[in-house]
């Protein structure tokens, strides 16, 4: 750990250059998110980093939203109801305004949750979303959606800031960006007519301060108390925060379900091979990888499904039982029976520390397999590629979607098959078959598991109204900074 911390100590001397760097007036919260500039995106056209996420959930809120438990609460949407059969949603909209002043009405509410889930759109929650049949908009400001069958996770997807509701760029809040500065974003929240004739001193003191930026620069600027809170930190630069001196009180761990560990890059090389990657899969000592971490609550995992998921049990490896030395051994032999020379696997990882510790503990445990193994950057040249990925919804879908033919480099004929009957199967039909895609995985080894997502944050002591939850989201709403 020692190593970073003359990177941390230099960006301390940095920051404390930065007029930026300055001190929020007393209720405002400072925000450094990890990753690159904080920004709303169109999530129909691309994957989010963590600060688009929690931009784009600010001003463009979606039907329903997460409290800071990871429970739901109304937002766009101030009230709905479900029909007994589960097949029908119907949301009533509160009287609400796009940033350009224009009323939202139904009809345009519902254009947007159509655009997201169109063909055209390539909004990672989509193939969730199957079951929507119609989005109807009843009158100005009644919508309805319409499933072929219930779908127990629906708010829990409508929540989702991908599933923001926009028009033409625009959204409703609640926040709507005051000031926008190449070091941070100021944002404010978006006031209703009773409330529009608050001072600007109020304002003031209800500002968001938002900055998209390195893992070494947040966690610096919050060791030096010019942030309240830091949020998007994954495994990577986890080791960064020991170097920096954070008190272990300020560390929270959210226990989030999801993906990872490491799958087939291309399509030839020696990560086609299956006895390899079982042999890879079966030589990791999880426990020891996460170890070197000391993240509270990370745990290590040897399936694709975090548990019982949709009416069936997860399917487990063949070498799930065995000690890690049975398993050991096992795959040496595996390598020497069926693969008999030594080979370089590529693996590849983001940058950060947590991804060199990484690599070296899983260097360490494949070398008596005779694998050499080389680091290189997440999307060069790989054999095998970290997959590091928190499930939006508790849907078996979601974790199967990633290794269907045409989405993967490798696939199963089983899986393939599987998951093409399901797609036309009733609800009870599919869980066997979504069991039988599972357990297909698994056999071939197309994933091999290492642990769930490690999501983390930096709260203030001060700062009151964050919790960490199972969706590893933080809306900026629900915090609270003291007053002076």
């Given at each position: 750990?020692?190593?970073?911390?003359?990177?941390?100590?230099?960006?301390f001397?940095?920051?404390g250059a930065l007029?930026?760097c300055?001190r929020?007036?007393?209720g405002?919260?400072?925000v450094?998110i990890?990753?690159?500039?904080?920004r709303?995106?169109?999530?129909?056209?691309r994957?989010?980093?963590a600060?688009?996420?929690?931009m784009?959930?600010?001003l463009m809120?979606?039907?329903v939203?997460?409290?800071?438990?990871?429970?739901?609460?109304?937002a766009?949407a101030?009230?709905?109801?479900?029909?007994?059969?589960?097949?029908?949603?119907?949301?009533?909209?509160?009287?609400?305004?796009?940033?350009?002043?224009?009323?939202?009405s139904?009809?345009?509410?519902a254009?947007?949750?159509?655009?997201?889930?169109?063909?055209?759109?390539?909004n990672?929650?989509?193939?969730?979303?199957?079951?929507?049949?119609?989005?109807?908009p009843?009158?100005?400001t009644?919508?309805?959606i319409?499933?072929s069958?219930?779908?127990?996770?629906?708010?829990?997807?409508?929540?989702?800031?991908?599933?923001?509701?926009?028009?033409?760029g625009?959204?409703?809040?609640p926040?709507?960006?005051?000031?926008?500065?190449p070091?941070?974003?100021?944002?404010r929240p978006?006031?209703?007519?009773?409330?529009?004739e608050?001072?600007?001193?109020?304002?003031?003191r209800?500002?968001?301060?938002?900055?998209?930026?390195?893992?070494?620069?947040?966690?610096?600027?919050?060791?030096?108390?010019?942030?309240?809170?830091?949020?998007?930190?994954?495994?990577?630069?986890?080791?960064?925060?020991?170097?920096?001196?954070?008190?272990?009180?300020?560390?929270?761990?959210?226990?989030?379900?999801?993906?990872?560990?490491?799958?087939?890059?291309?399509?030839?090389?020696?990560a086609?091979?299956r006895?390899v990657?079982?042999?890879?899969?079966?030589s990791?000592?999880?426990t020891a990888?996460?170890?070197?971490?000391?993240?509270r609550?990370w745990?290590?995992?040897?399936?694709?499904?975090?548990?019982?998921?949709?009416q069936?049990?997860?399917?487990?490896?063949?070498?799930?039982?065995?000690?890690l030395?049975d398993?050991?051994?096992?795959?040496?032999?595996?390598?020497?029976?069926?693969?008999?020379?030594?080979?370089?696997?590529?693996?590849?990882?983001?940058?950060g520390?947590?991804?060199r510790?990484?690599?070296?503990?899983?260097a360490a445990d494949?070398r008596?397999?005779?694998?050499?193994?080389?680091?290189v950057?997440?999307?060069a040249?790989?054999?095998?590629?970290?997959?590091?990925?928190?499930a939006?919804?508790t849907?078996?879908?979601?974790?199967?979607?990633?290794?269907?033919?045409?989405?993967?480099?490798?696939?199963?004929?089983?899986?393939?098959?599987?998951?093409?009957l399901?797609k036309?199967?009733?609800?009870?039909?599919?869980?066997?078959?979504y069991?039988?895609?599972d357990?297909?995985?698994?056999?071939?080894q197309?994933?091999?598991?290492?642990a769930?997502?490690?999501?983390?944050?930096?709260?203030a002591?001060?700062?009151?109204?964050f919790?960490?939850?199972?969706?590893?989201?933080?809306?900026l709403?629900?915090?609270?900074?003291?007053r002076?």
């Amino acid at each position: 750990m020692r190593l970073f911390a003359p990177l941390v100590i230099a960006l301390f001397a940095a920051c404390g250059a930065l007029t930026a760097c300055s001190r929020t007036p007393s209720g405002a919260v400072t925000v450094s998110i990890i990753g690159g500039e904080a920004r709303v995106a169109n999530p129909n056209g691309r994957a989010l980093d963590a600060p688009a996420m929690v931009m784009t959930g600010a001003l463009m809120q979606g039907l329903v939203q997460f409290d800071a438990t990871g429970e739901i609460e109304p937002a766009l949407a101030e009230r709905w109801m479900v029909t007994d059969d589960g097949l029908s949603y119907i949301f009533r909209i509160r009287r609400s305004f796009w940033s350009n002043g224009q009323p939202v009405s139904a009809a345009q509410v519902a254009q947007s949750l159509r655009t997201s889930l169109s063909s055209a759109s390539r909004n990672p929650l989509r193939p969730l979303l199957g079951q929507v049949v119609q989005i109807l908009p009843m009158t100005e400001t009644v919508l309805e959606i319409r499933l072929s069958e219930p779908q127990p996770g629906l708010l829990a997807l409508l929540a989702d800031p991908r599933m923001a509701v926009t028009r033409q760029g625009r959204g409703t809040g609640p926040y709507r960006l005051y000031r926008s500065y190449p070091s941070a974003k100021i944002l404010r929240p978006v006031m209703s007519l009773a409330e529009s004739e608050a001072d600007d001193a109020e304002l003031k003191r209800a500002e968001r301060r938002v900055r998209g930026e390195s893992a070494p620069l947040a966690i610096a600027r919050y060791a030096e108390r010019n942030a309240s809170l830091v949020l998007g930190g994954n495994f990577a630069d986890y080791p960064l925060i020991a170097a920096a001196g954070i008190a272990a009180r300020d560390i929270r761990i959210d226990p989030v379900p999801g993906l990872f560990g490491l799958v087939p890059a291309r399509t030839s090389g020696p990560a086609t091979n299956r006895v390899v990657r079982q042999a890879l899969a079966m030589s990791i000592d999880r426990t020891a990888l996460l170890r070197l971490f000391g993240a509270r609550g990370w745990t290590p995992s040897e399936t694709l499904m975090p548990g019982p998921v949709d009416q069936y049990v997860e399917a487990r490896p063949d070498w799930a039982d065995l000690t890690l030395a049975d398993r050991k051994a096992r795959a040496r032999a595996l390598m020497a029976q069926n693969y008999g020379r030594p080979l370089t696997l590529r693996l590849g990882l983001p940058q950060g520390p947590g991804a060199r510790l990484m690599a070296a503990q899983l260097a360490a445990d494949w070398r008596p397999l005779g694998v050499d193994l080389k680091l290189v950057a997440q999307g060069a040249f790989a054999d095998l590629q970290l997959i590091d990925s928190v499930a939006p919804t508790t849907n078996a879908l979601w974790y199967l979607h990633p290794f269907a033919c045409g989405n993967a480099p490798l696939c199963s004929a089983a899986t393939r098959n599987a998951l093409d009957l399901a797609k036309r199967a009733t609800r009870e039909e599919r869980a066997p078959l979504y069991a039988e895609a599972d357990r297909a995985i698994i056999a071939e080894q197309l994933y091999i598991p290492i642990a769930r997502p490690l999501r983390w944050s930096l709260v203030a002591p001060q700062l009151a109204g964050f919790a960490a939850n199972a969706t590893g989201q933080h809306p900026l709403n629900t915090l609270a900074a003291p007053r002076n």
